[in-house]
């Protein structure tokens, strides 16, 4: 049995359907408004991370837990830090007085909690690192930081393929950047292999697609070969990058909607560096999917469905 949040999620779906795949049962906590049926999931547990009762169901009789509930946008910090800090302490300590102590726990991180002071969002991911390994000292866990996570129906970068779609590959933040992606596929199954290697030592791994590393010329050429057509950049000034943000960062203080790119998202895209650390190595895992061929499936499921 394996006990799984974030569920309904993009690598959260993913997680599951690899998981039953695998030969797990997959128990789930889903939210009220979230409650349907999702691919991979045995069971559904209504209810959210600051609901005990709920995530004590989730876990009853479960051999392994993977946290991967968590805000990638939000209206403040403070709303980061419930759900992304706070969320991963009580999912935690459910899971510390759990009886199974042998059993691990994975954190579906990210690899901005390197950088905690760039944005709201990465600090609230490396409080929620903090919070797990003073919590599981002792037990097995372990920490997953993946880098940009792409694929099919993925709303995040929707607006990327669309532009490729036209033509376009929009060039954001430095022009000599260096980043790291993962196709989703790949990712969820970092998480479960995550699993395996879990330790009282609550490692961390990070990963990527195997290619350490992509410029914005990859980038393009990668949609070129798919597109089946040259591309042009259209450069979005960093002005213009940090005073979109800083409207965004506004608009969410207001209360008005909850934007994707607020002024920490700009700050995170021009930091321009954002490889993982080949120390971090992910044992026994190794990705399949090379950014042309996610790109193919992404870009064709794109046109298929908008």
């Not at 591309?231 to 943000?245: C, E, H, K, N």
Request: with cysteine; hydrophobic share 45%.
């Amino acid at each position: 049995m394996l006990a799984l949040t974030g569920a309904t999620g993009f690598l959260g779906g993913q997680i599951a359907a690899e998981a039953e795949a695998s030969g797990w049962r997959v128990r789930a906590l889903v939210r009220g408004s979230d409650r349907k049926k999702v691919p991979g999931v045995a069971e559904l547990v209504e209810g959210d991370l600051a609901n005990q009762e709920a995530l004590y169901r989730l876990i009853d009789g479960a051999d392994a837990f993977i946290h991967n509930a968590g805000l990638v946008r939000a209206r403040n910090r403070s709303a980061f830090m419930v759900v992304n800090r706070d969320g991963t302490a009580a999912a935690a300590e459910v899971w510390r007085t759990s009886g199974k102590p042998n059993a691990p726990f994975v954190l579906i991180s990210s690899l901005a909690a390197n950088r905690p002071t760039i944005s709201h969002y990465a600090e609230s991911k490396a409080e929620a690192e903090k919070e797990a390994a003073s919590i599981l000292g002792g037990r097995p866990f372990a920490i997953l930081r993946p880098p940009a996570i792409y694929g099919p129906a993925d709303k995040a970068t929707l607006p990327l393929f669309r532009a490729i779609g036209r033509g376009i590959v929009p060039r954001i933040g430095p022009r000599d950047a260096c980043f790291s992606m993962v196709y989703v596929n790949d990712a969820a199954s970092a998480a479960l292999a995550a699993l395996d290697i879990a330790s009282n030592l609550g490692p961390i791994f990070e990963i990527d697609d195997g290619a350490g590393g992509h410029t914005w010329d990859n980038l393009r050429a990668a949609a070129e070969a798919v597109a089946g057509r040259q591309l042009r950049y259209v450069a979005v000034p960093s002005t213009l990058l940090i005073l979109m943000g800083g409207v965004g960062s506004l608009v969410g203080r207001l209360g008005l909607s909850t934007p994707f790119l607020t002024y920490g998202k700009a700050r995170e895209i021009l930091v321009g560096d954002w490889r993982v650390n080949p120390a971090r190595v992910l044992p026994n895992w190794k990705p399949h999917t090379s950014l042309q061929s996610g790109f193919s499936k992404t870009l064709a499921w794109y046109r298929a469905h908008y």
